[in-house]
């Protein structure tokens, strides 16, 4: 789920290719609306993002973004990435492992975040 300031106040959302867990209750978050399947999974750009909690994360300051995606992709585990580092064109690895929480997403500025997604049906 991401929210976006607006007023003062916040809307969450689920973001695209996700549905929320409960439609009563938008604390609960949001679940994918296609399941994973580890070797065909794509990773789709979300630009403008306040990185999620990092708690369940791992990091890498020398490591260039392909690196990164690539390190990603073979764990089946690794939920998303991103540059640690985004000062001039980027540098470094964070992975993120299991649910991705505290997302918001900003008007102008923020970060790009890769998330793992199911293949586009065909």
């Not at 993120?96 to 500025?109: K, P, S």
């Amino acid at each position: 789920m991401s929210c976006k300031m607006v007023d003062q106040s916040h809307k969450c959302t689920c973001l695209e290719g996700f549905e929320p867990n409960s439609l009563t209750d938008f604390s609960k978050g949001c679940k994918r609306r296609s399941a994973l399947n580890c070797a065909y999974d794509i990773f789709q750009n979300f630009s403008g993002f306040k990185l999620p909690d990092t708690s369940y994360s791992w990091y890498d300051t020398s490591m260039s973004l392909v690196e990164c995606r690539n390190m990603c992709r073979k764990n089946c585990l690794c939920s998303a990435y991103a540059n640690s580092n985004i000062t001039g064109e980027g540098s470094g690895c964070l992975l993120w492992f299991g649910d991705l929480v505290d997302m918001r997403e900003y008007n102008t500025g923020g970060q790009d975040l890769y998330i793992r997604m199911p293949p586009p049906s065909k």
